[in-house]
């Protein structure tokens, strides 16, 4: 079946770290693929996202590119700040998807120190 | 502005009630979702509506119900047979096309069992 593994947080790091959380998946074809944000007591956003092979998907200073090879979408950021502190999630549109449903990973909390 | 409102943003439930989370949207998207957040495992979808009149069951749909009588509104009731409802409840919606925009989600209701 479609399943997202992320790697398990948190994710601790000071301010202007280099950051990488890991993404891995599980589908067949070609699904598209999703980053989303969550901040404390909130819903959550869309960061960004790349729908074929080879793409790279980039907002605010964060990018992934989708690697259909090693069936991943790291999400790597150059230099992070206190305000990125959040959990991220990893999640998939399978290629024949049914009703629109994504398929979320468990999370990865990232907490940034001054 | 168009967006998910959810309401209300904290609730508490005796045994042996039923509750109703509301969740609205003005985007004009045909699909809309419920899942459920729990700490370290991610989300879990409970039902989803493709379209007016008609909705699906999720991967935990027992213990809860649903309607979608109009295209704003899709409320969910946690019913008394749902042993273990204290969690975030997360409303999201889509248009057609997900892979090309994801999902918009409301800021979430916390429920808990008093």
Redesign the interface.
């Known amino acids: 079946g479609n399943s997202v593994t992320q790697m398990e947080g948190p994710v601790t790091l000071s301010e202007e770290a280099f950051l990488t959380i890991n993404c891995t998946y599980t589908a067949t074809g070609y699904p598209s693929l999703f980053w989303y944000v969550q901040y404390p007591g909130e819903g959550l956003q869309l960061l960004l996202k790349a729908t074929k092979a080879d793409d790279k998907g980039s907002n605010k200073g964060f990018e992934a590119t989708y690697r259909k090879e090693t069936t991943s979408f790291h999400l790597e950021k150059g230099s992070v700040q206190v305000s990125d502190s959040a959990v991220y999630f990893c999640a998939l549109l399978p290629q024949y998807n049914q009703g629109g449903k994504l398929i979320f990973g468990q999370g990865t909390e990232l907490s940034v120190k001054p | 502005d168009g967006g998910?409102t959810?309401s209300p943003k904290y609730l508490f439930r005796k045994e042996g009630q039923n509750v109703t989370l509301s969740c609205e949207q003005n985007l004009n998207h045909d699909?809309m979702?419920w899942?459920r957040q729990d700490p370290?495992?991610?989300?879990r979808?409970i039902y989803?509506s493709?379209i007016v009149n008609d909705f699906?069951k999720?991967d935990i749909a027992e213990g809860y119900s649903v309607s979608r009588e109009k295209k704003e509104s899709f409320p969910l009731t946690v019913t008394s047979a749902q042993k273990n409802p204290t969690a975030f409840y997360?409303c999201?919606s889509?248009i057609?096309g997900?892979?090309?925009?994801?999902?918009?989600?409301?800021?979430?209701t916390r429920l808990t069992v008093v």
């Open positions: 998910i959810q699909a979702y899942y370290g495992q991610g989300l979808l989803y493709q699906q999720g997360l999201a889509s057609g997900t892979e090309l925009y994801g999902y918009t989600f409301g800021s979430g």
